[in-house]
């Protein structure tokens, strides 16, 4: 959960006038361990959260998937220099489902 600004200011404030970390954390509604990071800090502003940089690129994969779709992961992983692990990731959060084996009435 990220906090207000003026919200983190106010629990410095009171810390530094003379009130307690642990103090701070129960009348302003933080835990404690958010009052020792801010103390720490320079600047009070959020941290930017983002994904992660992946090894993988998904934009690549879905774009070979669909120039070769009869190659079978351990190929497609050898390609792109990853473990099968990674392609599965990928393709179930892509939404591409596996090669279907045709059945024959």
């Known amino acids: 959960m990220t906090y207000s600004v003026d919200l983190r200011k106010r629990v410095i404030a009171f810390v530094k006038n003379g009130g307690g970390k642990a103090e701070a954390a129960r009348r ?5 361990s958010c009052v020792y990071d801010w103390l720490d800090r320079s600047d009070l502003n959020p941290k930017k ?33 990853v473990r099968i692990y990674s392609l599965q990731y990928a393709c179930k959060h892509m939404r591409i489902s596996h090669k279907k084996t045709l059945r024959y009435a």
């Open 49 to 81: 959260q983002g994904r992660r940089k992946r090894k993988l690129d998904w934009a690549a994969v879905h774009r070979h998937i669909e120039t070769h779709p009869d190659l079978l992961l351990r190929e497609r992983a050898a390609i792109f220099g």
């Open 28 to 32: 302003f509604g933080v835990a404690r």
